[in-house]
């Protein structure tokens, strides 16, 4: 399964509810306009994603959806740009 991980352009933490054992921190960086996190694969879902050339997001929320935008850092920093300040790239 996907999981959050911490990089380079991070500058806030988003703290995981109290006894929520099945959530974690998210760390993630925050513009005022924008929120984006950082997320490693395992081995099987890179197979299958370069297999079927999907990628599936889920929103937790139920009844709202905000807009959204997945892709590679270089991608995401294009398009965050467009809203404020971005981050320094990861090498």
Not at 63 to 70: I, K, N
Request: negative net charge; hydrophobic residues 40%; charged residues 25%.
């Amino acid at each position: 399964m996907g999981r959050g991980v911490d990089f380079g352009g991070s500058n806030t933490v988003y703290k995981a509810p109290e006894g929520r054992e099945d959530v974690a921190d998210l760390h993630a960086f925050a513009n005022g306009k924008c929120i984006v996190s950082c997320w490693e694969l395992d081995d099987a879902e890179i197979e299958e994603i370069v297999r079927t050339r999907r990628v599936f997001l889920s929103s937790f929320s139920g009844r709202v959806l905000y807009p959204s935008f997945v892709g590679s850092e270089r991608a995401v920093m294009s398009v965050v740009a467009d809203y404020g300040p971005i981050w320094k790239r990861s090498q």
